[in-house]
């Protein structure tokens, strides 16, 4: 049947199981946007910035686990999408982003707002494309959600031209389908293979990787570490994959956001089980202590991971759930348990090596912060963050123990990112979301206060103000010994961010009291309203890192 090109990509919207958007609307796109308007089955949000668009969107999908769709228009709304992008790649997280464009004529004619955004996006997608062929609309659209899921997930932009939007062509909604995804299995003689390497160790441990999460099959994966009993390790982005308190939990590995037990039994281990895992450089910092003697079995869904950071002693191409459900398989065969007497230690091991939290000192030190949030929210909200020293407290010191309930920029540690994740999140799920951030991350997009009050998302965002960019003050005084253009005292003193959530019909308190902030906290979400927690926090506390994981330095105040 014959409709208009935009008409058929929101049908097509619609089979593919998008329901909400995020997005801005503008003269480039309005042409899809007519269509928009008419869908009764997805509900669109109108942003105040584009890069928040896709925040928003790859918020939604951390949190849910569901594809969201990103829009803005032409010229520099396509380009302010470019850091969401990012952060999605990195992360590997699915979004569909659309941006007009100017009328095919107009390509490569520095025409008004025409800019080749194919290309600009390229190396932050996993494709890019520019339709410039009407009757490629559907297919396009059907290959881009396949790309968008299949294999190591991430984002797919499609830049849609003005007159491509509102030409005419044939489409049957009845003959379209989404294109299967297929996920890869390992070999029955991999799986073998990978736990006769355990079975040989002396101290094997799981490492679980943000990809466990990304398949939901974090259950599963405590599971085969309880049938083998073996300590487990997260990554960062797989912070909340196992519980709290689970005796098995070795917490995070890492020279920022990990933690002590975890870098303790990771050293004294000789075999590491990764799934879904990349061996970033946060988590390994010196690559040759990370390495030591011990052997590594690699499991990820991209080829090309494997190897990438260093080689591995068996490396497995397959999908997390399918490769731990055979894993499981197998392993009860076998009938073999860890007989190492390190998985036993390690709840007292967790409470030796705790970082101190209860600080009662005024101005509050920032680990009593992170202290009230535990306590007060425990399991029952989703937390985002974006980037500096107040993220690497949160990895440090937060207590997440559920799956999707923790959402950092991890790769590209993106300022700004945390209030629109968060929308994009409470928006998927209906559950309290948190963005926790740093005073200067704050001022990066807190204009989507606006965005989160006005459909009554009730995001509470607490400001660990320390009046610093303080993870580079801290870098200056250390590495470089010196400091420059870091201070933001202002932060504790003329400028009002209370005044600030209240302009953008947000509740607002600032707290001094290290012992108030747990009653603000209740404040905050007894108003209904999104709301901002301004901390003040002492500016001269640092940050326990290091360069490798078997020197990093701890501060305790």
Request: charged share 20%.
């Amino acid at each position: 049947m014959k409709m208009k090109a935009s008409e058929a990509i929101v049908r097509i919207l619609e089979m593919e199981g998008i329901t909400d958007a995020f997005g801005i609307p503008g003269a480039g796109i309005n042409g899809l946007y007519k269509h928009m308007a008419e869908t009764k089955k997805i509900k669109h949000y109108c942003h105040r910035h584009e890069e928040c668009c896709v925040h928003a969107a790859g918020g939604y999908y951390r949190a849910s686990g569901r594809i969201a769709v990103a829009l803005c228009t032409s010229g520099p709304g396509a380009t302010n999408f470019t850091t969401g992008l990012y952060t999605c790649q990195i992360d590997s997280i699915p979004v569909i982003a659309i941006t007009g464009q100017a009328v095919t004529a107009q390509l490569g004619k520095d025409a008004f707002q025409c800019v080749d955004m194919k290309k600009i996006a390229e190396p932050v997608t996993k494709k890019s494309y520019c339709v410039t062929d009407p009757n490629q609309v559907a297919e396009t659209f059907r290959e881009a959600f396949w790309l968008a899921r299949e294999g190591k997930p991430g984002p797919v932009l499609i830049d849609l031209p003005l007159d491509v939007q509102n030409a005419d062509i044939e489409f049957d909604p009845d003959s379209y389908s989404p294109k299967p995804v297929v996920a890869p299995a390992p070999k029955a003689e991999e799986v073998e293979q990978a736990l006769d390497m355990v079975a040989a160790a002396k101290n094997p441990i799981l490492l679980m990787g943000g990809g466990v999460m990304q398949s939901d099959s974090t259950e599963s994966c405590v599971k085969l570490a309880e049938l083998l009993n073996l300590p487990v390790i997260t990554t960062y982005m797989a912070k909340g994959g196992i519980p709290v308190d689970h005796p098995l939990n070795a917490g995070h590995a890492g020279i920022q956001v990990g933690q002590p037990v975890g870098n303790k039994v990771f050293l004294s281990s000789d075999v590491v089980l990764a799934i879904g895992c990349r061996f970033t450089d946060r988590h390994t910092g010196d690559i040759r202590v990370y390495r030591g003697g011990r052997k590594f079995i690699h499991i990820n869904i991209e080829p090309s991971e494997i190897g990438k950071i260093f080689p591995a002693d068996l490396g497995i191409v397959a999908d997390a759930k399918i490769a731990i459900k055979m894993l499981l398989a197998a392993a009860e065969k076998r009938g073999w348990k860890n007989a190492s007497d390190l998985p036993a230690k390690i709840p007292a091991m967790r409470k030796e090596l705790h970082r101190k939290m209860d600080y009662d000192c005024k101005p509050i030190n920032p680990h009593r912060v992170f202290e009230e949030l535990n306590k007060f929210f425990g399991e029952n909200a989703v937390f985002t963050t974006g980037c500096g020293i107040t993220q690497i407290w949160s990895g440090q010191l937060q207590d997440v123990g559920s799956p999707r309930n923790y959402l950092p920029s991890g790769g590209a540690g993106c300022l700004g990112y945390d209030i629109p994740a968060a929308f994009g999140a409470g928006i998927a799920t209906g559950k309290q979301t948190v963005a926790v951030m740093g005073d200067f991350g704050f001022t990066f997009h807190v204009q989507e206060l606006a965005v989160c009050a006005k459909f009554g998302v009730p995001v509470i965002v607490v400001v660990v103000n320390n009046a610093y960019l303080g993870l580079i003050r801290q870098n200056q005084k250390y590495a470089y010994g010196y400091e420059y253009a870091v201070e933001m005292h202002e932060n504790q003193g003329m400028i009002d961010y209370v005044k600030v959530a209240e302009g953008f019909a947000c509740y607002g308190e600032r707290v001094f009291d290290p012992d108030e902030i747990g009653a603000a906290l209740k404040r905050a979400k007894e108003s209904g309203k999104p709301a901002v927690i301004d901390i003040v926090c002492d500016p001269d506390v640092d940050c326990s890192m290091g360069n490798a994981i078997d020197s990093v330095r701890e501060f305790v105040y």
